[in-house]
């Protein structure tokens, strides 16, 4: 069975800054894909980012980036320039194959932008 | 086009008693899927349904069940409840059954609380 493990609940970093969240993961799946959902006060779930684990490159969406390391099973998101908008719970995620759609989730971090 | 919607949005209930909840997927897509949220475990997979077959099912008990019916809307089902069963039930829908990765669009969830 697969895991994900988020071992920071909490994190703080000032507005502008920039911070990494940490996620490692176990599985014996070769090709898999991984995920950073926000989850805002709001509760609505959003997509962050994405990483198909049989490409090499680092996936980036804007602000966001990941470090993404297969034989160390790491999965780290970077947010460049925090925004106040940013604060929000932020939760890895693995999937084992497309078509699957079956997402396992870390227990969450929760991230607090401050001004 | 409109998001995933699921009603109802708030529902109190008493143990022992069973509940129903809805999920409407964005249109088009066929693939739907349910969590529980709760702070002790997380989010959890309940189940995914595609084209009205329960195609993955997590570790949940029998009196969690769900259906899908031919217009793509889901519902769940939990009878018996217990206390434990409060929690934010999340739905997801995804345009998939290619075998490529597509992004699943959370709802805003349901609220269900048990006294």
């Known amino acids: 069975a697969q895991t994900v493990t988020q071992s920071q609940p909490e994190m703080s970093v000032q507005e502008a800054e920039t911070v990494t969240l940490s996620c490692t993961y176990d599985?014996?799946?070769?090709?898999?894909?991984l995920f950073w959902y926000k989850q805002p006060p709001s509760r609505q779930m959003i997509l962050v980012i994405r990483?198909?684990?049989?490409?090499?490159q680092n996936a980036t969406e804007n602000r966001f980036s990941v470090n993404f390391q297969k034989a160390a099973k790491s999965f780290s998101l970077k947010i460049s320039d925090s925004q106040l908008g940013d604060t929000a719970m932020y939760f890895c995620?693995?999937?084992?194959?497309?078509?699957?759609?079956?997402?396992?989730f870390g227990k969450g971090m929760k991230l607090t932008v401050n001004p | 086009k409109a998001g995933v919607t699921q009603t109802p949005r708030y529902l109190i209930k008493t143990r022992g008693q069973q509940v129903t909840l809805s999920c409407s997927p964005i249109?088009?897509?066929?693939?739907v899927s349910w969590y529980q949220q709760t702070p002790g475990q997380g989010l959890q997979f309940l189940f995914e349904?595609?084209?009205?077959?329960?195609?993955n099912k997590g570790n949940f008990p029998g009196r969690f069940s769900g259906r899908q019916f031919s217009n793509s809307r889901s519902e769940m089902n939990v009878s018996t409840l217990e206390l434990g069963d409060s929690a934010l039930y999340l739905c997801?829908?995804?345009?998939?059954?290619?075998?490529?990765?597509?992004?699943?669009?959370f709802g805003p969830g349901t609220r269900l609380t048990v006294l």
């Open positions: 349904y595609f084209s009205e077959t329960q195609r």
């Open positions: 599985t014996s799946e070769n090709n898999y894909y």
């Open positions: 249109s088009g897509h066929r693939s």
């Open positions: 995620a693995f999937m084992k194959h497309a078509g699957s759609e079956k997402l396992v």
């Open positions: 990483q198909e684990a049989y490409k090499q």
């Open positions: 997801a829908s995804s345009d998939t059954g290619t075998g490529r990765l597509n992004e699943q669009f």
